[in-house]
């Protein structure tokens, strides 16, 4: 059974910090492309940052410099440190993995909340 297990979000000042981490069971962590995605209210799911098996990453332009994407295989999990929140950060956070053809699955998002 494949499992995404996100935790780490909450309610946060503007300025603020948080880190959010994924749990990845049931898939072959490390050579998976693991990802964060966010899906404010109204809006579209948005890729926020990915980072390869290889370890390459890729972070959205909207918070390049304020979130950093990382993994561990070892604990099969990712990270995403997220810095300097701006109430347009609020959104559900979700956990993608995925790897090429074979699959895509997604974690049941965490709440992201930024207050001005």
């Known amino acids: 059974q494949v499992r995404l297990v996100e935790s780490g979000g909450g309610l946060v000042q503007a300025g603020g910090s948080l880190r959010l981490s994924c749990v990845g069971s049931?898939?072959?962590?490390?050579?998976?492309?693991m990802g964060w995605y966010r899906q404010a209210p109204g809006k579209q799911r948005e890729l926020v940052a990915a980072?390869?098996?290889?370890?390459?990453?890729n972070h959205a332009d909207s918070v390049k410099g304020r979130f950093t994407i990382s993994r561990d295989n070892a604990q099969n999990t990712v990270h995403l440190q997220m810095n300097s929140l701006k109430p347009e950060d609020t959104a559900v956070y979700y956990c993608?993995?995925?790897?090429?053809?074979?699959?895509?699955?997604w974690g049941q998002g965490t709440q992201v909340t930024v207050s001005s």
């Open positions: 049931g898939i072959t962590f490390s050579l998976s492309t």
């Open positions: 980072i390869t098996s290889g370890g390459s990453t």
């Open positions: 993608n993995a995925k790897r090429g053809q074979t699959y895509v699955y």
